[in-house]
């Protein structure tokens, strides 16, 4: 069985989600993200791999967010075992927002990595079937 990813970034694809089957796929992701206004630079990700609720919903999110400008991005994965950011080095204060379609969501200072390692990182969930990726850090977000 092919793995595979629903992502949602926009708002056309609030009725046709976009569906990730391979690496070139995920690249085609993270360079729409990185060419589309800033307020659209995050993208929901779930596994069509992974069981959902009773309620019909998944079980878990892969929030991918990137800036454009400083050549970064963040992940943040939820699921029954909670939420982790990533670990990265950059430091510019907290509440660093990222939009899916407009609606903000903030990161803790220290969470973006590199671009490559988002690429990398997304690949990773893509073919594991919607596990955390391992390929980086993480870290449990404090309140900020």
Not at 52 to 78: I, N, T
């Amino acid at each position: 069985m092919q793995n595979k990813v629903e992502a949602y970034y926009r708002e056309e694809h609030a009725q046709n989600r976009p569906v990730l089957t391979s690496a070139e796929d995920v690249d085609v992701l993270i360079d729409s993200l990185l060419t589309t206004p800033p307020y659209h630079n995050l993208a929901e990700l779930h596994s069509l791999t992974r069981t959902l609720l009773p309620s019909g919903f998944p079980d878990h999110e892969l929030l991918v967010g990137v800036d454009k400008d400083l050549q970064v991005g963040v992940l943040e994965f939820m699921d029954a075992d909670g939420n982790a950011v990533t670990v990265g080095s950059l430091k510019r204060g907290d509440g660093i927002p990222y939009f899916c379609v407009g609606n903000a969501t903030d990161f803790p200072d220290g969470s973006e990595i590199s671009i490559d390692l988002i690429r990398q990182a997304v690949k990773e969930f893509l073919a594991s079937g919607g596990q955390r990726p391992t390929c980086i850090e993480w870290q449990e977000p404090e309140s900020w």
